[in-house]
């Protein structure tokens, strides 16, 4: 069967190439060593190129410097950190907790994809994966399950990717207390007096206001006995 199989091969050789089938598979393996050599010159250039290239962007980018606790600090202050200042660190909370993002410079700091969450507690845009203005908030009410969701899966992935520098203080809402509407009312004797005083009825006779006593009925009757 094999040796069939090989006369068949050689007779198709012979028909469509015109070759020997030795002159053949010399003039393959020819060809073949020939791509090798090429696609190893040029492969190793293209290699050596990005190579060094990377080199060059690792010796531009400089070394990344230890987190710096801050503490408790206001929204107003985190602005500060939002990766335009290169001798600051890059800073991005959830749910006002703050983390540095420093190392991911590529993706939330200046033009980065994610650059407008730096410098914010950006909760609420998170949980709704929006970009607008308005979202960009630590506040998260009226937020639906899946979005408290999605928040808390960021909050997971900066948690054990992050280091935690500090916390947003919560802005306090002054209490005013209501003002009062008028002068307490005094009562005088003058307000007593007209109180108790008989009016005239249509009939001509006088009509007394009812006083209020603190006899009871059984003081009265206790009385009449």
């Given at each position: 069967?094999?040796?069939q199989?090989w006369?068949?091969?050689?007779?198709?050789?012979?028909?469509?190439?015109?070759f020997?089938?030795?002159?053949f598979?010399?003039?393959?393996?020819?060809?073949?060593?020939?791509?090798?050599?090429?696609?190893g010159?040029?492969?190793s250039s293209?290699d050596h190129?990005?190579?060094?290239?990377h080199?060059?962007?690792?010796?531009e980018?400089?070394?990344?410097?230890?987190?710096?606790?801050?503490?408790?600090?206001?929204?107003?202050?985190?602005?500060a950190?939002?990766g335009?200042?290169?001798?600051?660190?890059?800073?991005?909370a959830?749910?006002?907790?703050?983390?540095?993002?420093?190392?991911?410079?590529?993706?939330?700091?200046?033009?980065?994809?994610?650059?407008?969450?730096?410098?914010?507690?950006?909760?609420?845009?998170l949980?709704?994966?929006?970009?607008?203005?308005?979202?960009?908030?630590?506040?998260?009410?009226?937020?639906?399950p899946?979005?408290?969701?999605?928040?808390?899966?960021?909050e997971?992935?900066?948690?054990s990717?992050?280091v935690?520098?500090?916390?947003?203080?919560s802005e306090e809402?002054?209490?005013?207390?209501?003002e009062?509407?008028?002068?307490?009312?005094?009562?005088?004797?003058?307000?007593?007096?007209?109180?108790?005083k008989?009016?005239?009825?249509?009939?001509?006779?006088?009509?007394?206001?009812?006083v209020?006593?603190?006899?009871?009925p059984?003081?009265?009757?206790?009385?009449?006995?």
């Amino acid at each position: 069967m094999a040796v069939q199989l090989w006369e068949t091969l050689k007779e198709a050789i012979v028909a469509y190439t015109g070759f020997s089938p030795s002159t053949f598979f010399t003039v393959l393996a020819l060809l073949f060593a020939v791509y090798y050599v090429v696609t190893g010159l040029f492969g190793s250039s293209d290699d050596h190129h990005h190579r060094h290239r990377h080199v060059e962007e690792e010796e531009e980018m400089p070394p990344l410097r230890p987190p710096v606790q801050l503490g408790e600090i206001t929204a107003e202050e985190l602005k500060a950190y939002d990766g335009t200042d290169p001798e600051k660190p890059l800073l991005m909370a959830i749910k006002a907790q703050i983390y540095d993002v420093s190392q991911s410079r590529m993706f939330y700091g200046p033009g980065g994809p994610y650059a407008l969450f730096a410098g914010k507690d950006a909760s609420r845009a998170l949980a709704k994966m929006s970009f607008e203005e308005k979202d960009l908030t630590g506040d998260i009410s009226g937020l639906g399950p899946f979005e408290l969701d999605a928040l808390q899966d960021w909050e997971y992935k900066f948690m054990s990717k992050y280091v935690k520098v500090g916390t947003v203080k919560s802005e306090e809402v002054p209490v005013t207390e209501p003002e009062s509407i008028g002068e307490p009312l005094e009562s005088t004797s003058r307000d007593i007096d007209a109180a108790a005083k008989p009016t005239d009825t249509e009939d001509g006779k006088l009509e007394t206001p009812a006083v209020k006593s603190d006899e009871t009925p059984s003081n009265v009757d206790a009385d009449k006995e």
